[in-house]
């Protein structure tokens, strides 16, 4: 493993490196995978297309760099080891040849129905490794999948079905979640009574009843019976799209990140074992859904590329009880665990009881992603889980970056509480003031920007090239901008401070506040409304919506639940706001505009400084704001 960080002369040796010469640089970690024809060029790119083409020429399949690269030396490691919801539930494990041939037979199964290169699947699954399954077969024959969290509504669903015009769905009739069952086909069946669909795979979990429409419904376990083991791979260009993955923005609709395919594959197990510093034999766990981007590249991609054993895990933290993390820690015997501090500050509320149950001595490397990690989160992560012998990777990145940005790598790059510390080498980071202009040097403060193109970076907005224009390269000219507000400490580390946008993390989940606005404005008594985000001391943020409505023949108490419903039912529980407050106006300046500013300074409950309100329409609308806040 060339390619492998080993010390931190080596890792400042790399960054270097990767800045001075990047092409060099990156064609020579390239050179370690399989491709079928290699590379004419390694780089060609401007931001203001924008217009990145890594590996240009290049042709390959991503699929066998994890299955043909693997079968003869390592077929009979375990690719994946599943734990069911139920601990009772034997879990399951796949070999890498076995899951080699699941995969065969599934993308032959695919095949049969007429679905092929370039084709748009969806994938609305549970946990299983069958989700995974899904996805490497979409992979082999070329089709693009777009995997949509299964606890997104069904008109969530369709948005996504619709946009990216879906050819088919592979789904589940239903899902397990602690002591919840819950309906998913239903959910599919309702998302497409308006799109034209025509084929879907439906995998059988929990057996309970569900509709199968004649000519368009298929069970997984009939389609795949006769499928051949074996299935060739279709010849991809480096730059063939590889998956498409919506995410919020500030605007109301999500937009489809576009990846393809040489690029993320190169970066994805870079990062991995650099990161992780996975050693053959490990058993690493990713504790996220494969619904978001951290579970494409760290649960999927990342690790099987890089011959890993990664572990798939179908429940909850809390179920049966809040030890289950640690039940599966020590009954695997995990050497890396990767969660997100939401789940952190959730269980550290349960003390450490049923921490202490457990044998955690496994544990090598612990993971953070998706959101900043508080200091108490960090100390009580690093004392009681790892205790104090384990480095923590807070892993700074988004949906477009593909792949992690900025961390510590385990073990090598010193760590900080609260800090992502310092970029992977590749990655040239940038912090601007609010005119664009570069803050050098060090104790400096502003919006983080990416300089120079990196191989898993976001290629367009799926169908929308301008949007993916005007939302990342537009805003500071020549650098893709985050929508992070960042610090660079005295020592040149990073501390990422939250979106300076509007969009809102609650849970890890990201958010447009414009998105949950459209939703609650659905409610037919609703006038206008207008959401920010809070603190929240498990969430992160919580979600707090004002809003204005037409209160006839209706008390408050059950508008307000009628609105979170109306939520739930758009986007999905995860968008349900905590608080819901209904108030006579919103501050706007004169021109229209609403000043959140005000209503995060409400919701926040830092009253003190409201700063300059005589700009606005109506200033004594914030006074009744504030009588009135929840
Ligand atoms: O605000 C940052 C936050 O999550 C955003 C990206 O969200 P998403 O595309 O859903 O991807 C999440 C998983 C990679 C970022 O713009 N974020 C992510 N990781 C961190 C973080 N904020 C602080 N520290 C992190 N480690």
């Given amino acids: 493993m060339s390619d492998r960080i080993h010390t931190l002369s080596g890792y400042l040796h790399e960054y270097q490196k990767s800045v001075a010469q990047p092409e060099e640089f990156w ?27 890594w590996f240009l020429n290049g042709k390959l399949n991503i699929t066998e760099n994890i299955f043909e690269r693997y079968l003869f030396t390592i077929g009979d490691r375990p690719a994946i080891i599943w734990e069911a919801n139920d601990p009772n539930e034997a879990g399951r494990t796949l070999t890498y040849r076995e899951l080699y041939h699941e995969v065969c037979r599934f993308a032959n199964a695919l095949k049969s129905k007429g679905i092929g290169k370039g084709d748009k699947v969806i994938i609305y ?21 777009s995997v949509v969290f299964a606890g997104f509504s069904s008109n969530a669903l369709a948005d996504r079905v619709n946009d990216c015009e879906a050819k088919a769905i592979l789904t589940s009739d239903g899902n397990f979640r602690g002591a919840k069952k819950i309906d998913v086909k239903s959910v599919v069946d309702q998302a497409l009574e308006k799109s034209s669909v025509e084929t879907v795979i439906v ?35 480096s730059e063939d799209m590889l998956f498409i993955l919506y995410t919020s923005g500030s605007t109301g609709k999500p937009k489809g990140v576009v990846h393809t395919t040489g690029g993320y594959m190169v970066y994805s197990k870079y990062s991995f074992e650099n990161v992780f510093q996975y050693s053959p034999g490990d058993v690493y766990w990713c504790t996220a859904d494969i619904g978001w981007i951290t579970g494409h590249s760290y649960i999927v991609y990342g690790p099987l590329l890089a011959g890993a054993t990664t572990l798939m895990f179908e429940g909850v933290p809390t179920f049966p009880d809040c030890g289950r993390f640690w039940a599966v820690v020590e009954k695997y015997k995990v050497n890396q665990f990767y969660t997100a501090p939401t789940a952190i500050r959730a269980l550290q509320a349960y003390g450490t009881t049923e921490i202490e149950k457990y044998d955690l001595s496994s544990l090598k490397v ?23 012998k384990c480095p923590i990777v807070d892993t700074w990145w988004q949906t477009e970056t593909g792949g992690i940005m900025v961390s510590p790598i385990a073990g090598i790059t010193p760590t900080k509480p ?18 664009g202009n570069e803050l050098t040097g060090n104790s400096v403060e502003g919006n983080l920007c990416i300089k120079f193109p990196w191989p898993s970076m976001i290629r367009t907005t799926y169908g929308d090239h301008d949007r993916c224009k005007q939302t990342y390269f537009s805003t500071y000219k020549g650098m893709y901008f985050t929508g992070d507000g960042v610090k660079r400490d005295h020592d040149g580390y ?43 001391d498990v969430k992160g943020q919580g979600i707090y919506a004002y809003v204005i409505c037409d209160l006839t023949n209706r008390t408050e108490d059950n508008l307000i639940n009628e ?16 608080k819901i407050q209904i108030v006579p106006g919103l ?17 926040e409950n830092s009253l003190d400084n409201m700063g300059d309100t005589s700009t606005l329409l109506d200033p004594d609308v914030v006074n009744k704001i504030i009588e009135g806040r929840q």
């Fill in 27 to 53: 064609a020579r970690i390239a050179d370690s995978f399989h491709w079928r024809k290699r590379w004419d060029k390694v780089l060609k790119w401007n931001f203001d297309g924008p217009d990145v083409k």
């Fill in 125 to 145: 699954m549970p946990m299983v490794p069958e989700a995974a399954i899904a996805m490497l077969a979409c992979a082999r024959i070329g089709a693009v999948h």
């Fill in 203 to 237: 995998y059988q979990r929990t057996n309970q009843e569900v509709t199968m429409v004649e000519g368009r419904d298929y069970w997984w376990h009939d389609v795949v019976a006769n499928e051949s083991s074996e299935s060739p791979a279709e010849e991809m260009d």
């Fill in 366 to 388: 612990l993971g953070s992603v998706g959101e900043p990690i508080n200091e108490e989160a960090w100390h009580w992560y690093h004392t009681h889980i790892g205790k104090n």
């Fill in 418 to 435: 609260a800090y992502a510390t310092l970029p992977l080498p590749g990655v040239q980071l940038c912090i601007v003031d609010p005119e």
């Fill in 494 to 536: 990073y501390r990422i401070l939250g979106r300076v946008d509007d969009v809102i993390n609650v849970s890890g989940h990201r958010m447009g506040t414009a998105e949950v606005e459209n939703a609650i404005n659905e409610h037919p008594k609703v006038i206008e409304s207008a959401v920010v985000g809070y603190p929240h």
């Fill in 563 to 578: 609105i979170k419903e109306m939520v739930s039912k758009i986007i999905g529980p995860i968008a349900k706001p905590d």
């Fill in 587 to 603: 501050p706007k300046t004169r021109s229209g505009k609403i000043m959140r500013r005000i209503l995060r300074k409400v919701a």
